[in-house]
């Protein structure tokens, strides 16, 4: 078989591994297969492949900073880890994903595997839903974070399936991950998930619109649709609040995210240039001294956090970065290929889910990044492979 297929379906499962706590190992061996074969691959054909993927510059200059902060960090020895994990790793399961997809028919590998591994992942979240239980996805926060990467991808496929009229049996598995992922979603307990669906369907629904400008009750159609899931969401977000309550949460205005968030933007202002380092919790010790909680030990929040590891220049590099991604999803939601509109589409609703999942806390790290990374450089590659490839 070709090397190139074979790295595709190693990519594949290096996804679906991500999808869940315990698999470093795998994911390791994973990586380190389909980065081989990718090597095979481009010493067989090197002309038949794009190697550098559209936000390569971007992205090289924010992990640049990151790594530049080990001249000042206040913990060298931990930056250096996080380095390792949050950006090498992230890395090379982006670019693994980019080229691999770039396979004739790699979507037959991604599709499957990625969609089993989530209906797997949903099915143990519905079994374990408890209070206290983790299951195989490491706690809700990981689990939503999944779902919120897992549900767009399914709703792409979804639509494009129906677009380019697969047979019913494929029509249908994207809609069982999507129920699957609903009900997963509501064990997780989450308020945030809710606030973060809603702004998914509602990017969805706008992208919608402009595929379909020219007809008029369809895209009236489609915004009472988005509009009744934003409510039902909204709905769904009050009703998880009230059962937290009624266990002993914090009420929104008791949140002690509120005086963490002051707190660091104090410790922001100490060091507003560099930050104290790359990688999250440098300030663990001192925050949870301050504060008195040992849940509060980093910002909770994604510019908060990245503003007290990297500084002001981290901040803006970021959003160079979040803004070369959005660029690239809103070019193929307007192409008029249908499969490039739904890579596009998937890809920015990725990415909104990203950024509101993120606000209150900072969940883009481990598997949780390598799935996000991964799932970009899938959807980049496989949007834009060339027009005559439509199976």
């Known amino acids: 078989m070709n090397p190139l297929h074979l790295a595709a379906w190693a990519a594949a499962l290096l996804l679906s591994s991500s999808l869940f706590a315990h698999t470093v190992a795998l994911r390791l061996l994973l990586l380190l297969a389909g980065l081989g074969l990718v ?40 930056t250096a880890k996080e380095l390792r994990n949050e950006i090498g790793y992230s890395i090379g399961v982006f670019w693994l994903c980019f080229v691999a997809a770039q396979a004739r028919g790699s979507a037959r590998a991604f599709l499957p595997v990625l969609g089993a591994a989530g209906v797997l992942l949903c099915a143990n979240a519905i079994y374990v839903a408890a209070p206290g239980a983790e299951g195989w996805f490491g706690g809700p926060g990981n689990l939503s974070s999944a779902l919120l990467i897992l549900i767009p991808c399914a709703s792409a496929a979804a639509w494009y399936g129906w677009h380019a009229a697969w047979p019913a049996v494929w029509r249908a598995a994207p809609i069982i991950v999507l129920v699957g992922s609903l009900a997963a979603g509501y064990s997780a307990q989450s308020r945030t998930f809710w606030v973060a669906l809603s702004a998914q369907v509602a990017c969805t629904a706008l992208l919608l619109f402009a595929q379909r400008a020219k007809v008029a009750s369809r895209r009236a159609a489609s915004g009472l649709l988005a509009a009744a899931v934003v409510l039902g969401a909204a709905a769904m977000t009050l009703h998880v609040q009230s059962e937290r309550e009624a266990l002993g949460a914090h009420v929104i205005e008791e949140d002690p995210r509120l005086r963490l968030w002051q707190e660091v933007g104090e410790r922001i202002e100490a060091r507003p240039w560099t930050g104290y380092g790359f990688g999250r919790g440098m300030l663990r010790v001192d925050l949870k001294n301050e504060l008195g909680k040992p849940q509060l030990w980093h910002a909770h929040n994604l510019f908060m956090d990245t503003a007290l590891q990297l500084g002001v220049p981290g901040v803006v590099l970021l959003f160079a970065l979040l803004a070369a991604i959005f660029r690239q999803g809103w070019r193929l939601a307007r192409d008029p290929s249908p499969r490039a509109a739904a890579c596009g589409i998937a890809l920015l609703a990725v990415l909104v889910g990203m950024l509101v999942r993120n606000m209150t806390d900072v969940l883009l790290i481990r598997q949780n990044a390598l799935l996000f990374w991964g799932v970009l450089g899938a959807l980049l590659a496989l949007g834009m492979l060339p027009r005559q490839d439509t199976r």
Do not use: G, H, Q
């Open 39 to 78: 090597a095979v691959a481009i010493a067989k054909d090197r002309r038949a492949l794009r190697l550098l993927p559209p936000l390569w510059i971007p992205l090289l200059l924010w992990a640049a900073w990151a790594v530049a902060s080990l001249m000042w960090s206040i913990d060298p020895e931990r």
